[in-house]
Structures are given as C-alpha cells and as structure tokens.
C-alpha cells in the first residue's frame, strides 16, 4: 500500500513537498521504481520522475530543474520536491512503485490534491 501525504496548499514560488510512505515491500527490492505522477485540471497523466531501488533518480525533462526525488530506507518512503511552484502545478499527485525490470505492474495511492495560489 502506498499513502501520500503533504500540504494541500502551496504558495507560488514555493517549494512543494511531498511523501509517500510504502508498505507491504520494500522500497530496496530489486526492480522497484518509486514515481510520482500528476494530473492537472483538464490534462492527462504526467510522469515526473523516480528513484530506482539502486537509489537512482531520472526525471521527465521538462521538470528536470525544478525537480527532486528522493528516499529513505529506514522508513520505507520517498520523497518529491518541486522547487518555484506556478498555479500550473495545481494537480492530484499520485506516488506509484513500478515493479519489474519493464515496470510491468503499478502499485498506486490514492492521489492527493495540491492546489497552488497566485
């Protein structure tokens, strides 16, 4: 199972932080890709990044710079910040642990609303 939690209210400009609390597996165990994925108002879902069991991170490019995934093992959660929000990030956040060397299957939670004001 997976929870996301964080602030549902951002200001511009700054930083959004979000954690997802795994259970039911480890975040370490081979072929486990901790992601976040948002979906904003009127738009599809977008993929934003992940960390790799190994603990290697990769994002999509267009949030690259803005950009921070990150983990810890000893509480079994990982961690999205977005640096310099707009009221474009206004969007559900999803967390979701990828298994597989493919990413075959998608453990997801249950979303959770950011809402960024101007």
């Known amino acids: 199972q997976l929870q996301e939690s964080g602030p549902g209210l951002v200001k511009t400009s700054q930083t959004l932080a979000l954690t997802c609390a795994v259970s039911?597996?480890?975040?370490?165990?081979?072929?486990?890709?901790c992601s976040w994925i948002r979906q904003s108002p009127g738009k599809g879902l977008e993929w934003m990044g992940a960390?790799?069991?190994?603990?290697?991170?990769r994002y999509t490019p267009s949030l690259k710079s803005r950009t921070s995934i990150s983990r810890d093992t000893s509480k079994n959660q990982f961690t999205l910040q977005l640096n310099s929000v707009t009221p474009e990030d206004t969007a559900v956040y999803f967390c979701?642990?990828?298994?597989?060397?493919?990413?075959?299957?998608?453990?997801w939670g249950q979303g959770t609303q950011v809402t960024v004001s101007s």
């Open positions: 979701v642990v990828y298994v597989g060397m493919y990413w075959q299957l998608g453990h």
């Open positions: 039911g597996g480890s975040i370490t165990t081979s072929f486990y890709y």
């Open positions: 960390i790799s069991y190994r603990g290697i991170d």
